[in-house]
Nanobody, 126 residues
Framework: QLQLVESGGRLVQPGGSLRLSCVAS????????VGWFRQAPGKEREGVSWISTAQAAFYATSVMGRAIISMSTIGATSTVYLELDNLRVEDNGTYYC??????????????????WGRGTQGTVSA
């Protein structure tokens, strides 16, 4: 059974960095990609980035040039990292990772991702 667990969220000052991890166990060939999303209080969940099992990557405009996503896989466990630099207050939120089990993930629409982690809180504040 596919399970995802996020970690790495913390309090950071503006201009600082976050390195988030998503451990996906029970990873199978049914998974097309893993995405990172975030949700600020009172706002809708938004896509941040995805990486495919072929190592292609995509970034939302809001983090373009400030984010790097990577994936490493050992057996049935994949770890997906998201490094986000030059943090801004608008980067605040709970960060979630999710697995796409269809090929419709490229738009970063949360509805196209099926299995979700519980999230990790990233707070950007002076």
């Amino acid at each position: 059974q596919l399970q995802l667990v996020e970690s790495g969220g913390r309090l950071v000052q503006p201009g600082g960095s976050l390195r988030l991890s998503c451990v996906a166990s029970g990873f199978t060939s049914d998974v097309y990609a893993v995405g990172w999303f975030r949700q600020a209080p009172g706002k809708e969940r938004e896509g941040v980035s995805w990486i495919s099992t072929a190592q292609a990557a995509f970034y939302a405009t809001s983090v373009m040039g400030r984010a790097i996503i990577s994936m490493s896989t050992i057996g049935a466990t994949s770890t997906v990292y998201l490094e986000l630099d030059n943090l801004r207050v608008e980067d605040n939120g709970t960060y979630y990772c999710a697995a796409a089990i269809t090929g419709y993930y490229r738009s970063l629409d949360p509805a196209t991702f099926g299995t979700w982690g519980r999230g990790t809180q990233g707070t950007v504040s002076a």
